[in-house]
């Protein structure tokens, strides 16, 4: 079972925008600023898409937005498009302990 | 442009030890904005943060490895290892290799570059 909680999967039709939230606790994404997402297509390498919870990295399209609200982060994916259809991970640190912990992962569909 | 690239045997025997390496290329190991991680992909499943390293030989590991995971790097070749002990079917996967950023400047607390993976089997 995974440290943060995402849902299985979200799906939305081409234009649309939907948001696959990342939950987790008080001890992790409610206690730093440290939470970043993750694309991946199938046999691929993710890709960073967000960090430090709402920054994208240069050369990431701005239909991806990330925000935070108390233990639960959020990614937005506006203006659905065809290529957006991959599995999104959510990735917080967790102390110096656990030190990072990811979502179970969240399959978007393009309907 | 900095790419990884991950290299080791893909078909292990249960209670084996797995022995990876990470070859960074474009760039150097030795840079101080940067951890260098491992994080690894059972069949199907989600990601799983194994641990890092620093270009000095400082590590952090996960907790969920039970002191099986061992992190090292070798600044002459620009390479970071990982040694995993004891293996069995449930290590299983596709192992990553990640480049994590540490100041304002390099996406703190994010893996922005990585490898594209190795697969590796365990199995009697």
């Known amino acids: 079972q995974s440290a943060l909680t995402q849902p299985a999967s979200v799906s939305g039709s081409p234009g649309q925008s939907i948001t696959v939230p990342c939950r987790g606790t008080?001890?992790?994404?409610?206690?730093?600023?440290?939470v970043s997402w993750y694309q991946q297509h199938p046999g691929k390498a993710p890709k960073l898409l967000i960090f430090?919870?709402?920054k994208r990295p240069s050369g990431i399209s701005d239909r991806f937005s990330g925000s935070k609200s108390g233990n639960t982060a959020s990614l937005t994916i506006s203006g659905l498009q065809a290529g957006d259809e991959a599995d999104y991970y959510c990735?917080?640190?967790?102390?110096?302990?656990?030190?990072?912990?990811f979502g179970g992962g969240t399959r978007v569909t393009v309907l | 442009q900095l790419q990884l690239q991950e290299s080791g045997p893909g078909l292990l025997r249960p209670s084996e030890t797995l022995s990876l390496t990470c070859a960074v290329s474009?760039?150097?190991?030795?840079?101080?904005?940067?951890?260098w991680t491992w994080i690894r992909q059972p069949p199907g499943k989600g990601l799983q943060w194994m641990g890092q390293?620093?270009?000095?030989?400082?590590?952090d590991y996960s907790p969920s490895f039970s002191g099986r995971v061992t992190l090292s790097v070798d600044r002459s070749r620009d390479t970071f290892s990982l040694s995993l002990t004891s293996v069995t079917a449930s290590d299983t996967g596709v192992y990553f290799c990640?480049?994590?950023?540490?100041?304002?400047?390099?996406?703190?607390?994010?893996?922005?570059?990585w490898g594209q993976g190795t697969l590796v089997t365990v199995s009697s």
């Open positions: 474009g760039s150097s190991v030795s840079s101080s904005t940067y951890m």
């Open positions: 008080s001890s992790d994404v409610g206690n730093y600023n440290l």
């Open positions: 430090e919870g709402n």
């Open positions: 390293i620093f270009y000095g030989g400082n590590a």
């Open positions: 990640a480049r994590r950023g540490l100041s304002s400047s390099s996406s703190p607390g994010a893996f922005d570059v």
């Open positions: 990735c917080s640190f967790a102390g110096f302990v656990a030190n990072y912990v």
